[in-house]
T-cell receptor, first 116, second 113 residues
Framework: DTAVSQTPKYLVTQMGNDKSIKCEQN?????MYWYKQDSKKFLKIMFS???????INETVPNRFSPKSPDKAHLNLHINSLELGDSAVYFC???????????????FGAGSRLTVL | GQSLEQPSEVTAVEGAIVQINCTYQ??????LSWYQQHDGGAPTFLSY????GLEETGRFSSFLSRSDSYGYLLLQELQMKDSASYFC??????????????FGTGTLLAVQP
């Protein structure tokens, strides 16, 4: 009954390879995100989808391509992996907050990507 | 743009009280949130302040002063399990994306026996 689940949890691969991370949420949320957490623990937003529509696309290299087949799923595909892509990638979801409401994100357990 | 600054590390002993500060610069403001992240774990929501003042949730309290662009998380009766990273966060209004959450630099809290 995990709320936000990501697979795989660990991913070790060589530079130049292509890899994907999958995310699913069973909370009925409309909005899903990908965040990247680097070695200094800085959490940076990458993408956000609302009901399968891309609404946030930060200045991320176009080697990163998100896909949302439905509002419960958000996948991240990375082409031509580089050393600097090594990080923990977190999927998260939320409902749309009201004007003064908290935007409470529920995060997945994270996918630790190591590029050798 | 948005920026949120926090101290990088704080150390305290069990049973003590610790305050983790957050100063922010935003082009719009809908409230300040706090998240906790244990080593190897996922960030989890702790608290939210939309208005000035103190919000209390058990041993944790969060304070906001919008005029000072400042907030803090107060942890009382510290326990070893409180050792974690703590992040403040705000919703980014600059882009018009009302559900874009920007996180602070994070504070690593080490609780010692």
């Amino acid at each position: 009954d995990t709320a936000v689940s990501q697979t795989p949890k660990y991913l070790v691969t060589q530079m130049g390879n292509d890899k994907s991370i999958k995310c699913e949420q069973n909370l009925g949320h409309d909005t899903m995100y990908w965040y990247k957490q680097d070695s200094k623990k800085f959490l940076k937003i990458m993408f956000s989808y609302n009901n399968k529509e891309l609404i946030i696309n930060e200045t991320v290299p176009n080697r990163f391509s998100p896909k949302s087949p439905d509002k419960a799923h958000l996948n991240l595909h990375i082409n031509s992996l580089e050393l600097g892509d090594s990080a923990v990638y977190f999927c998260a979801s939320t409902t749309r907050p009201g004007r003064s409401g908290a935007n409470v994100l529920t995060f997945g357990a994270g996918s630790r990507l190591t590029v050798l | 743009g948005q920026s949120l600054e926090q101290p990088s590390e704080v150390t305290a002993v069990e049973g003590a009280i610790v305050q983790i500060n957050c100063t922010y610069q935003t082009s719009g403001f809908y409230g300040l949130s706090w998240y906790q992240q244990h080593d190897g774990g996922a960030p989890t929501f702790l608290s939210y302040n939309a208005l000035d003042g103190l919000e209390e949730t058990g041993r944790f309290s969060s304070f906001l002063s919008r005029s000072d662009s400042y907030g803090y998380l107060l942890l009382q009766e510290l326990q070893m399990k409180d050792s974690a990273s703590y992040f403040c966060a705000v919703r980014d209004q600059a882009s018009g994306a009302t559900n874009k959450l920007i996180f602070g630099t994070g504070t690593l809290l080490a609780v010692q026996p």
